[in-house]
């Protein structure tokens, strides 16, 4: 019983910690950026741009179609955590709450601004512009498919 609370406290502070990284990160990078500042190298620069929709421009304008889709993502990641919980590492709740942050980060601002506060311009590649939140989507989803390939079975 106390392990799972543990692994229920690990993992909420997991998720708030992230959360709070991704909404501050955001709210300071385009603060700066739309009161003139601007931020260039060689492998990324800053450039602040209202996304709509979601990732590579999809769905653009379906905001409410993908506050539940979030909503619901979450909720699913969060039933099976609270299924898994005596079964679960510790690093796969990491990733999970990592993925949720995300998740919850970019629903946030759908459900504040009406878009996503996208900034980070990859300059080697082109690749459309992104924001914090969706890096932890990205890695919360790659460790978790490569978690669930390589070390399920341990």
Known sequence: MKTSIGKYLFFI???IFWLFLALFSSKLIVDNLTSGHHYS???????YLKNSGAAFSLLQN???FLIIVSIVAVTLLC???HNSIRNIHLISLSFI???CAGISANCHERI???YVRDYIQLN???FPIFNVAD???TIGVFALVAILLFYKGR
């Open 13 to 15: 502070l997991c998720f």
């Open 41 to 47: 190298n060689v492998v990324f620069n800053l450039h």
């Open 62 to 64: 379906a905001r409410e």
């Open 79 to 81: 039933i099976y955590v």
């Open 97 to 99: 709450a990592l993925l």
């Open 112 to 114: 504040v601004l009406g």
């Open 124 to 126: 080697f590649i082109n």
């Open 135 to 137: 890096i932890f989507i």
